[in-house]
């Protein structure tokens, strides 16, 4: 297993997974992700915040980083953190607990960019993943019921999401 920032080349391959996760959204709850704009993801890789991890040759997982999240996190995005959107896996790679491989690994970029906190957001009302957050670290830390703008991917509209939290410990100085 190997973490790379993602490239045009592996663009593909993200939509594949993105599709995968869409349907089987629908098979667990009534929220799903409504697709996502190619350009949109040519934006995260430009910007070098767009990740997968690798097994061998084949892209197991993605997930994009940012470090603003203010329509969503309202007053808390002054706080100094980093946050996890669109977490997928591919089918062939589900169960091996990638949430909490990426956690780890976050861990360590939010030190060295001097992040305080690791959050994620979920769509409300999925107790099944909310578990499964919990059981990865995060905290969970209410619902932030939000108004849609056009710099949020259409899943957004459908408004109230549930939120998540790891504090991370800081380094005392020597």
Not at 136 to 161: A, D, Q, R
Request: aromatic share 14%; proline share 2%; glycine share 4%.
């Amino acid at each position: 297993m190997e973490f790379f920032k993602t490239t045009t080349q592996d663009i593909d391959a993200v939509f594949d997974i993105y599709n995968e996760a869409t349907s089987y959204q629908k098979t667990v709850n009534n929220k799903s992700w409504r697709g996502f704009e190619r350009a949109l993801i040519e934006k995260e890789i430009d910007e070098n915040r767009h990740f997968i991890i690798k097994e061998g040759d084949e892209v197991a997982c993605t997930f994009v980083l940012t470090v603003n999240d203010l329509i969503i996190w309202k007053e808390a995005s002054k706080d100094p953190a980093v946050y996890l959107h669109r977490i997928a896996t591919n089918p062939k790679f589900r169960g091996q607990s990638y949430v909490k491989k990426i956690v780890e690994w976050v861990k360590e970029y939010a030190k060295e960019n001097n992040k305080e906190y690791i959050r994620l957001d979920t769509h409300s009302g999925n107790e099944r993943i909310n578990k499964y957050y919990t059981s990865c670290g995060f905290e969970y830390k209410g619902i932030s019921t939000i108004e849609w703008t056009n710099e949020l991917p259409e899943h957004y509209k459908e408004g109230s999401f549930s939120l998540f939290e790891i504090k991370l410990k800081k380094n005392k100085p020597l």
